[in-house]
């Protein structure tokens, strides 16, 4: 195979991601983030591994029918029964890959495979051999690669590219690797493996110390050309090597890589968005590309430099990555097509009886905060805007709490033009408002995931929260945002509460529902 300069974007934050402690989404969550990557210009979609569950099994199969320009991934261990999961989960693929993987440390082999380097070289082979009379388009990882026994090493990439594995990849599975040795392990695979120019080399990096992008990047110098990566990191422990952060180091300094991808920058911010609400992940403030102060200028002498010239402390234009502006947008005073403008250069697209309910939120909002911010209104639309009905609606919250009192609420909540109360106390607010809540919808949730941050700066800044419910073996995320928190607290605890009961009333019309935010 022919060098390119152009590097493949593979994104396994539908596999690899969802991996991570409390990031487990719902099939229509995924296809939602499957057609943000497939917009963004992303390679292969890892959307995941079958034989581990129906549900992952269906999200393959769903994503592989919805999916036309990527081609789908999915994952296998070197067993034929995963083999063949995946071979009929991605049969309606328009680009089917299986991945196919087998630990090849020394550690890996003795204590968890119990296999000789023979044993594990034959399960390899005969697993590529296996897949490819199905499927032409075979992904080999040895797992824990970057600790693996360098000429071993050689020898099963040797093999399994003999055996028809297009593409090999090489796991730093528990992020051991530094970036001058992962590069020196790239280039010693490059001058040993005797047919690896029939294969591209990819790269595969976990966070565990903090070097996965970096490590990547050094892989690509070396002469990787795909980049296996999640949207915002995520991923199994520290996670993975972020995507958006790899694409922009490659776009910013393609003075010294001399490299591209296909990635459609101005998608970024839309994606890691969703991925974020999908999680249930807040987005650090200071993450870099994707972060609210990511194009934030605090010092007065930066302020100066960037109202001269941008380029004197800003790398990167934050509408390449899709910031459409930061600072002051709208006022009390503006009006319904200011908003909508201005929500149309933020990416945020709303039908006009939806820009009804923002409208009459952006108001209530403008009376109470002297400014309203693209983070404020971005936070309206993810919390009012759902092309779901909602089924209860917070009608009014009564909150008594304090230091040495046990916290008393009483909400009350809408369905139908119906009202219903309950009292409960329970461990603080939150848990209390979440206790009546309950016991009004008869819908038992478990709370997995609680997380709070400030929409925007300031005294008067909203609050969003967001939560991660479990109905009935089901997960929904939920988000919501208010000056007050508890407020927020109660409506994202009662949008996923909604997720649910619309989940529950399309059951023989899955049509109807779109929980989403479709552009
Ligand atoms: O980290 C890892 O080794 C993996 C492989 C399955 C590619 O995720
Ligand atoms: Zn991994």
Redo the contacts with the bound molecule.
């Keep these: 195979m022919k060098k390119t300069d152009r590097v493949l974007i593979f994104d396994t934050t539908l596999r690899?991601g969802e991996q991570a402690p409390g990031a487990s989404m719902n099939q229509r969550e995924k296809i939602e983030i499957a057609l943000a990557l497939e917009r963004m210009g992303v390679d292969i979609i890892e959307a995941g591994f079958p034989v581990i569950s129906p549900g992952d099994f269906d999200a393959v199969h769903q994503t592989a029918g919805k999916i036309r320009n990527a081609s789908i991934a999915a994952?296998a261990r070197s067993v034929r029964k995963d083999i063949d999961a995946a071979v009929q989960a991605l049969k309606k693929a328009a680009a089917p890959r299986v991945h196919v993987?087998l630990a090849t440390s020394k550690i890996h082999m003795e204590h968890k495979l119990r296999k000789s380097p023979d044993e594990v070289v034959a399960i390899a082979v005969d697993a590529v051999k296996y897949a490819r009379k199905f499927v032409s388009d075979i992904e080999f990882?040895p797992?824990?690669a970057s600790r693996s026994d360098r000429q071993f090493l050689y020898r099963v990439l040797e093999a399994v590219i003999k055996a028809g594995a297009r593409t090999v990849?090489i796991?730093d599975?528990v992020g051991y690797a530094v970036p001058e040795q992962y590069a020196g392990l790239i280039t010693g695979i490059m001058s040993n493996v005797p047919n690896i120019s029939k294969a591209v080399i990819s790269v595969?990096c976990?966070d565990d110390l903090g070097l996965a992008v970096a490590n990547s990047l050094a892989a690509v110098k070396a002469g990787a050309r795909q980049v296996e990566c999640t949207v915002n990191g995520v991923g199994?422990r520290a996670g993975n090597t972020s995507m958006e952060e790899v694409v922009m180091a490659l776009r910013v300094r393609s003075d010294f890589f001399g490299l591209s991808t296909n990635i459609k920058t101005p998608e970024i911010i839309r994606t890691s968005r969703l991925v974020s609400k999908h999680t249930g992940f807040v987005i650090p403030p200071n993450k870099a590309i994707v972060g609210a102060n990511a194009f934030r200028h605090e010092s007065g002498i930066h302020q100066d430099g960037v109202l001269k010239e941008p380029s004197t402390y800003e790398i990167i234009r934050p509408e390449d990555v899709g910031f459409s502006g930061v600072g002051l947008v709208l006022g009390k005073h503006s009006g319904r097509h200011a908003l909508k403008e201005r929500l149309k250069q933020l990416g945020l697209s709303v039908n006009e009886q939806s820009l009804d309910k923002v409208f009459e939120r952006f108001k209530e909002l403008s009376d109470k905060k002297k400014e309203v911010f693209d983070e404020d209104l971005v936070a309206i639309v993810e919390d009012d805007v759902r092309e779901i009905r909602d089924t209860w609606c917070l009608e009014s919250l009564v909150v008594t709490s304090g230091t040495n009192i046990k916290p008393q609420v009483e909400v009350c909540l809408r369905s139908d033009g119906k009202l219903s109360s309950r009292k409960a106390s329970g461990d603080g607010p939150v848990d209390a408002c979440y206790l009546a809540i309950d016991q009004i919808t008869g819908l038992k949730g478990q709370l997995l995931n609680y997380a709070i941050q400030s929409v925007t700066q300031g005294q008067d800044a909203q609050g969003e929260v967001r939560v991660r419910v479990s109905f009935n073996e089901e997960k929904f995320t939920g988000i919501g945002a208010s000056t007050d928190v508890i407020e927020a607290s109660v409506k994202a605890y009662l949008n996923a509460v909604n997720k649910a009961c619309a989940v529950k009333d399309a059951k023989g019309n899955p049509a109807a529902i779109d929980l989403g935010l479709q552009p």
């Design positions: 690899d994952l993987f990882s797992e824990d990849n796991p599975t595969h976990h199994e």
